[in-house]
Nanobody, 114 residues
Framework: QVRLVESGGGLVQPGGSLRLSCVVS????????VGWYRQAPGKERELVAI???????IYQDSVKGRFAISRDNAKSATYLQMNSLKPEDTAVYYC????????WGQGTQVTVSS
C-alpha cells in the first residue's frame, strides 16, 4: 500500500518561510517523479513543482525563485522549501508520486496572513 505523509504546514506571516516534508512508503521512491500541488479555497488544484528521479525540476511560474523542491532518496522523502511567502500562496499543499498511477497525500494547510 502506497502511503504519503506530509508535514510542515502552518500559519506564517507574509515574507516568511516554511518547509514542507513528505515521506513516501510502499513504492520504489528513487525511480519515480515526485511533486507538490496546491488547492486554494474555490480554486482548482494546481501544480507547484515536480522533481524527476534524476533531479530535473519544473516550477509553476508564480513560485519560481521563491520555492525549491528537493528529494532524499535514502529517506524516501521530498521537500518543498517556501520562501518570501505571499497571501496568495495560502492553500492545502499535496505531495504526489507518479508510479503506475499517481498517488496523493492527505495534504497540509499553509496559511499566509498577518
Amino acid at each position: 500500500q502506497v502511503r504519503l505523509v506530509e508535514s510542515g504546514g502552518g500559519l506564517v506571516q507574509p515574507g516568511g518561510s516554511l518547509r514542507l516534508s513528505c515521506v513516501v512508503s510502499g513504492i520504489m521512491f528513487s525511480r519515480n517523479t515526485v511533486g507538490w500541488y496546491r488547492q486554494a479555497p474555490g480554486k482548482e488544484r494546481e501544480l507547484v513543482a515536480i522533481i524527476t528521479y534524476y533531479g530535473s525540476t519544473i516550477y509553476q511560474d508564480s513560485v519560481k525563485g521563491r520555492f525549491a523542491i528537493s528529494r532524499d532518496n535514502a529517506k524516501s522523502a521530498t521537500y518543498l522549501q517556501m520562501n518570501s511567502l505571499k497571501p496568495e500562496d495560502t492553500a492545502v499543499y499535496y505531495c504526489t508520486i507518479r508510479g503506475s498511477t499517481e498517488y496523493w497525500g492527505q495534504g497540509t494547510q499553509v496559511t499566509v496572513s498577518s
